[in-house]
């Protein structure tokens, strides 16, 4: 969730903006880091609020950032794990009781990696997803992102995300009706070759019709075809045998009836035997018949039998050249329809096309217009905001502004370069961020950048992006964060007492040898081990002048905490 700079009632010192309100979704309650490091094994319970790990230098205080970095899919490099470790594990929760989620990675000496959700493996992009939605890092030297023209842009973009959706829905419409149009003009040639081949494929296809089934009768019908003098002969010889030959069937069974004749007077079994000599005769005299036409029909019809091998060599030489199978013909011819409509639907949209590119461009050039007048009108409060906050810092005299630069075309981003403006001194004219600010100039724009417009996930870890200020500025850099912290869970890994001072929870990260290994780790301090660490932060020591200056720190941050 984004929020917007609030306007400065003066120009000289315009009010830093309030972090708007808290991204919704539960905070990150406990780390937990298996051999990282220095970290043989860390479990860290976290709160809400403002929390300050400090500790010596070397002492391992960027480690937990780290950690959280794995979750949030930064690569995984073996050189994090711990010496003589096969691997190691950190894993992050999120809420508690019933509504408590849990982001896992483990990184072996091998390489390999496993990404988990509530114990399920995931990819490491899948992690990193859904890590980003709960927690944002800045990075000690993450300010160095601000020099790219992209994230500049994406600082106001953040505060017009309508007109940037609206835009980029425009121009992606138009450049596809663009790319599809330049498609059609390079590809005539081929679009026209393509026309041919299929046209004379569907055509081939549909001159003969096929059917599914029609090869085995039409195969029957060749075999019958090409024997037909065998099947006369054995049907005259049949005919020989029933009717035709001096002895035969018909004038056997004929006699055989009339033998009957005297017996069946008397006999009701022979009479029945009669009628059943009759029903034969009957039957075989039927068959004589059809004898006889399969015998007269004896004469070869090279005509048909040339029609039905041409038909089926042609059936073969679709299947060949489309097959295997009439069905995948058939499958074929459709699928070469649907695609020679769509060519000639190109064909005739290729006029209309370029009518249409105009139009989708002439689209986006409003939606950009539209674009730059919202990013106009925001960029003056935004750069005021953050001004006003970079003042705080130790940088009196500074001044910053967004300039929208427009472009000969319209581009993926808009019709305007937008760049950041600084400097720092009185007397001098502005220049781009990236070629005017030093490292520690960058480092609090960063920082301003970060307070004012807030983070988008209900957590924000800060590493050491204090880096190079000190005294007042250091107050006020304690400011921002606790005000952030106000509705947001903050995580600062800061050397500076003025900033351990403001936070509502206070953790030292420390170095032991054990068994002849380093070993770091980080617990929760006390009131008094608190006051003892800030001295020490204040002056190396905790002598009672340093002590004082410490209890002095720590009730002015309480109070700052409590007016805020």
Known sequence: ????????????????????????????????????????????????????????????????????????????????????????????????????????????????????????????????EWAATRLTIHWQHSAVSLLTPANQRSLLDRQVGAEVAAYTAAYRAWGEARVRLENLRANERERARQLDLLTFQVREIEGLAPQPGEEEPLGNELTRLSNLETIAQGAAGALDLLSDGETNAVGMIAEALRALNAGAKYDETSAQLQRDLRDALDAVQAVVGELRDVAEDSAPDPEELARVEGRLTALGRLRAKYGPTLEDVLAFHASAEAELAELDRDERDADTLEAEVGRLEQGAVRAGEALDGARRRLAGPLA?????????????????????????????????????????????????????????????????????????????????????????????????????????????????????????????????????????????????????????????????????????????????????
């Open 1 to 128: 969730m984004t929020r917007k700079a609030r306007a400065p009632t003066a120009p000289t010192a315009p009010p830093s903006p309030a972090p708007g309100p808290a991204p919704a979704g539960p905070l990150l309650s406990r780390l937990e880091v298996r051999n990282l490091a220095t970290i043989r094994d860390l479990t860290l319970e976290l709160r809400g609020g403002f929390s300050a790990f400090t500790g010596e230098t070397g002492a391992g205080k960027s480690i937990i950032v780290d950690a959280l970095g794995l979750l949030l899919g930064s690569r995984a490099n073996t050189d994090l794990i711990r010496t003589g470790e096969d691997g190691l594990l950190v894993t992050g929760f999120w809420g508690g009781g019933e509504d408590e989620y849990s982001a896992s990675r483990r990184v072996t000496t091998q390489g390999r990696g496993t990404a988990r959700l509530d114990g399920e493996v995931v990819s490491v992009r899948e992690l990193q």
């Open 384 to 564: 005021a905001g953050l001004v006003g906050v970079i003042r705080e810092l130790g940088m009196p005299h500074a001044r910053l502004e967004f300039r929208l630069t427009p472009l000969p075309h319209p581009g993926p981003s808009g019709l305007s370069d937008v760049t950041l403006h600084f400097t720092a001194n009185p007397g001098e004219d502005l220049g781009p961020l990236a070629d005017v600010a030093s490292g520690g100039e960058l480092s609090r724009v960063m920082l301003a950048i970060s307070t004012v417009l807030g983070a988008e996930t209900p957590a924000v870890v800060f590493d050491e992006v204090d880096a190079g200020i000190g005294g007042a500025a250091a107050l006020a850099v304690a400011d921002q964060l606790g005000r952030l912290a106000g509705e947001r869970q903050v995580l600062v890994v800061t050397h500076l007492a003025q900033i351990a001072a403001r936070a509502d929870h206070h953790y030292k990260v420390e170095k032991h040898v054990e068994d002849g290994r380093t070993v770091s780790r980080v617990r929760l301090l006390g009131d008094e081990e608190r006051l003892e660490e800030i001295a020490r932060m204040l002056s190396g020591n905790t002598s009672e002048a340093a002590l004082s200056h410490a209890r002095e720190l720590l009730s002015r941050g309480r109070g700052r905490a409590a007016a805020n």
